[in-house]
């Protein structure tokens, strides 16, 4: 099957600061890639979807200007999370849209935590 | 979106079949039932999907009701490696996004 790596897949910052985490669709375009942010023993939770060459479609609730979504290219997407806060913490987890079939594919997260 | 009930979990012992259901009554004609599972602090995982017909893979067999509105994921041979929380959630074809609901924590015991 299709691969989505991330990176960092974990990463440990000080308040205040700003982390990026990136999506990568290794072996196929993606012209649509989505993050999701998971929290414990929770479900997923779809923050934003982000297409190629425009700016990405945040769902309600979650703040643009917190979580910025650049997808630059066709294989990368990136999410930084600015001035974070350690209720910020979570499982970040990006997912890619291929191009046929059209199939979901999901990385394997990136675990922040802010201190 | 059409919204899916699932239990919230679910035992089974190792080598036999696991049988996971999924309700999801206001499924439109158009969408599709996905199955996804997700490790432990690991990404979701493609396991199969159908549309009305039943289904089957290397991981699973999917049996969709003929009236569409429940659907079981069938492992057939649950192995340690199945312990994971399972997703149904149906997706029209050409739709972008998935919305997870909470899913089925699945426990193979030995």
């Known amino acids: 099957g299709a691969v989505v790596s991330q990176h960092p897949s974990w990463v440990i910052c000080k308040s205040g600061t700003s982390v990026k985490i990136e999506c990568r669709s290794l072996d196929f375009q993606a012209t649509t890639m989505f993050w999701y942010r998971q929290f414990p023993k929770q479900s997923l939770m779809l923050m934003a979807t982000?297409?190629?060459?425009?700016?990405?479609?945040?769902e309600q609730g979650v703040e643009k200007d917190k979580f910025l979504i650049n997808h630059a290219s066709l294989t990368l997407s990136t999410l930084t999370v600015t001035s974070a806060h350690p209720e910020d913490s979570s499982f970040y987890i990006c997912?890619?849209?291929?191009?046929?079939?059209?199939?979901?594919?999901f990385g394997e997260g990136s675990r922040l935590t802010v201190l | 979106d059409a919204k899916t009930t699932q239990p919230p979990s679910m035992d089974c012992a190792e080598g036999r079949a696991a049988n996971l259901p999924c309700n999801h009554s206001?499924?439109?004609?158009?969408?599709?039932v996905y199955w996804y599972r997700q490790i432990h602090s690991q990404g979701p995982q493609y396991i199969i999907h159908g549309l009305k017909n039943n289904e089957t893979n290397e991981m699973a067999s999917l049996i969709i009701t003929e009236d569409r509105k429940s659907s079981t994921l069938i492992l057939p041979h649950a192995t340690l490696r199945d312990t994971a929380v399972y997703y149904c959630i149906p997706r029209g074809q050409g739709a972008q996004k998935l919305v997870f609901g909470q899913g089925t924590r699945l426990t193979i015991n030995p």
């Open positions: 206001t499924i439109s004609g158009n969408e599709y």
């Open positions: 997912s890619a849209r291929h191009r046929e079939p059209g199939e979901l594919f």
């Open positions: 982000s297409n190629e060459g425009s700016k990405a479609t945040y």
